[in-house]
Nanobody
Framework: QVQLVESGGGLVQAGGSLRLSCVSSRIIFSLNFMGWYRQAPGKQRELVAGITPTGNTNYADPVKGRFTISRDITKNTMYLQMNSLKREDTAVYYC???????????WGQGTQVTVSS
């Protein structure tokens, strides 16, 4: 079973930046449509960024222009660079396969991002 481990979250002021990492226990990033998700308190989990096996990226409107998804296949790691953070970006962030393309893997613990004003 593939294990996904997210890290890099923390407390940051509005306008600041964070870089999240997602390490996989197996080679998946070059084979699957992947994505970063977030879940804010009281809200459903939402997909915020996706990356295809060939490296093409796509973003949800709320994060477009501020977040960048990338991956390092040699390290079995995927990243989410988050700039110009806003309070509404506060959530637990997860990585997984792109749910628009197929079933999800087991969810990791996520990493908490808190943006203060």
């Amino acid at each position: 079973q593939v294990q996904l481990v997210e890290s890099g979250g923390g407390l940051v002021q509005a306008g600041g930046s964070l870089r999240l990492s997602c390490v996989s226990s197996r080679i998946i990033f070059s084979l699957n449509f992947m994505g970063w998700y977030r879940q804010a308190p009281g809200k459903q989990r939402e997909l915020v960024a996706g990356i295809t096996p060939t490296g093409n990226t796509n973003y949800a409107d709320p994060v477009k222009g501020r977040f960048t998804i990338s991956r390092d296949i040699t390290k079995n790691t995927m990243y989410l660079q988050m700039n110009s953070l806003k309070r509404e970006d506060t959530a637990v962030y997860y990585c997984n396969t792109d749910s628009r393309r197929g079933p999800s893997l087991a969810w990791g613990q996520g990493t908490q991002v808190t943006v203060s004003s």
